[in-house]
């Protein structure tokens, strides 16, 4: 084998070891793939790492979509350790972790939950097929609000908010999920978001995180608010740019779906075939399990007592 003086193969070596399938080319960046960025009106794309970036174990089966779009955005906490940890490496091994809590122990067909958020603030996909249906106002049956499934997307934030303090990290990423997924489904935040204890008795999301949602539905509410703004600046008919010709000529206006043809999320053919519903019968998603929980195996029941 011809090694190169500093160490590593020289390039006859790695062609000979290609040659016996030893190894494998990894084209830089495919495996470290950093993420969708996903279009906003009104503001900056918003990155959320996909399940292959994740790493993601193959679904037991393709998760059931429905047509209509949630009505209510649960936050959750993961009830795992609260790392210091706020790399992105950390945040795809807590996917990786859940999931297999999930699939093995729990049994189920994926992971639990649509989203996941680390402490340092990386937002990922969770079940599979969310990323497209939020993209396309559909819904992803997840397995995190026991009998509420059919009608809530559940966002799991990693750590134990019983009495520790939520990382700003954290929080801003939280804030810029939920303004995503109420500018997608056209939610208000004040009706939409909710705690998981509000729907089932539990502890999650935690004292401290479920004690900071009214917060959390007014910075959503704001973020909607500056979006919308800007939305309408840019909107703004072109008579009102003042003519100093320092505005940029329609070709250099970048396409407002912006950046590579890999940044879009899905073409409307990618949208999976609805399935026939299916009451679904998991529990909640945390990686500790959450005593009290009823087991009543009710069909789903998409009703809120509003
Ligand atoms: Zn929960």
Known sequence: MSMHPNGGLTRRGLAALLGLGLVEVITPGAASA?????????????????????????????????????????????????????????????????????????????????????????????????LAAIRN?????????????????????????????????????????????CAEYDLDPFRAIVGHRDLVATDCPGDVLYGRLTELREDVADRLDAQEEQEEQEEQPSEDVPPSGEAPSPGEVPPSDGGAPSGQVTAPGEVPPIEPVSPPLH???????????????APNAPRLDG
Request: charged letters at 20%; a positive charge.
């Open 137 to 181: 106002g559909r819904h992803v049956l997840g397995a995190q609000a026991l009998n509420h499934n059919g009608h809530t997307i559940g966002i799991e934030n990693e750590g134990d908010y019983s009495d520790s303090p939520v990382p700003g990290t954290l929080w801003d990423s939280l804030v810029e999920t939920c303004a995503w997924l």
């Open 34 to 130: 950093d993420g969708r960025r996903i279009p906003r009106e009104g503001g900056p794309p918003l990155l959320v790492h996909t399940r292959r970036d994740w790493q993601a174990l193959p679904a037991r089966r393709p998760a059931t979509v429905f047509r209509t779009p949630p009505n209510r955005i649960v936050v959750h906490h993961t009830a795992t350790p609260n790392s210091e940890d706020y790399s992105l490496a950390h945040a795809y091994r807590l996917s990786r972790r859940i999931q297999r809590f999930h699939m093995r122990a729990r049994g189920w067909d994926d992971t639990g939950q649509q989203l996941t958020i680390s402490r340092g603030g990386h937002i990922m996909e969770g079940r599979n097929r969310s």
């Open 283 to 297: 529990d909640p998603v945390h990686v500790s399990p959450d005593p009290g929980v009823p087991a009543s195996p």
